[in-house]
């Protein structure tokens, strides 16, 4: 008897469109600001002229981990990590082209492990049709351009 009351509760329920009060969305830009000027947090330029949005997850002097976006058709720079550096990537959202300096291109999607040897140029683009892409960096040791650099 319960869970026909709960049926016809719900599906009284009518579907309305939320309106964003102008003081919340203010708000938000200023909370956006923040993020930026945060330490923990990174905002690098794509090649398309979006936002990279990199936040520390965790910073040691041996081990740096990172969460980062790369909005939809754009692409972080090509670029290499010092040579005693290494990077693995794991994209959770999203499907990227990675592109390895000398030609090697794969493609990746969610539960993608991508890693790059000490010194190695590559470039990550986010591809059309599957949204933002998302994903986890891992370097070891520590990158010294990932955010939060605080030492131990």
């Known amino acids: 008897m319960k869970e026909r009351e709960d049926k016809k509760m719900f599906a009284k329920r009518e579907t309305v469109e939320p309106k964003l009060n102008p003081s919340v969305v203010l708000r938000l830009r200023e909370v956006t600001g923040e993020l930026a000027r945060d330490p923990m947090t990174k905002v690098f330029k794509t090649e398309g002229g979006g936002d990279c949005v990199v936040r520390s997850l965790l910073s040691r002097k041996n081990v740096g981990v990172v969460d980062s976006g790369i909005p939809e058709g754009h692409a972080f720079p090509e670029h290499a990590h010092a040579d005693h550096i290494v990077e693995c990537l794991m994209i959770y959202q999203g499907r990227a082209k990675v592109e390895y300096k000398g030609g090697k291109v794969i493609e990746a999607g969610p539960q993608d492990v991508v890693c790059f040897s000490q010194g ?14 998302r994903l986890i960096g891992i370097t070891v040791p520590r990158d010294e351009g990932y955010p939060g650099n605080a030492d131990e």
């Open 120 to 133: 190695q140029l590559h470039r990550i683009v986010a591809l059309v049709g599957y949204g933002d892409v």
